[in-house]
């Protein structure tokens, strides 16, 4: 948030999963969306027990929708990155072919084990 001040920014609170309040499209856009977090369970072990069968598919319609409108929001030529801390296909993968139908050639996957810190996904999605 200090960042943000520096910069500043404007802040705008709306859920996101709901049609947005601006009139004007934006160049660049990070949804970085709530996730179930399993790339974090290095740090979050407790992630383990709290996750339930029902979350991957509560977490992965909300993902679709809020990405859905952050697109409606895209500029024609603008990008925009999508990312979680997930390391679930239904949180990543399966989100993007949801909205896309399709993979973006520009992804990211960092696993933990393998890549220093937490587990993390990200796509690079262009404007049509
Ligand atoms: C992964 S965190 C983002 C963290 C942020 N990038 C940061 O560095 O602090 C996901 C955020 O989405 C917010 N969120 C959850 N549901 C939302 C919704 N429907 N609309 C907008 N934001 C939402 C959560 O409150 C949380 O702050």
Redesign the pocket.
Known sequence: MAALKELRCGRVV????EPLPFRRRFERILL????SGTGTLGRNPEIKWRMQPSDLPRFHD?QVK?LTRALDALAPGGRLVYS??SLEREENEAVLEKVLGRLPDKILRRLPGVDPGDGFFAAVIPSN
């Open positions: 709306a859920d996101v999963s970085d969306a709530p996730c909300r809020m979680t801390c």
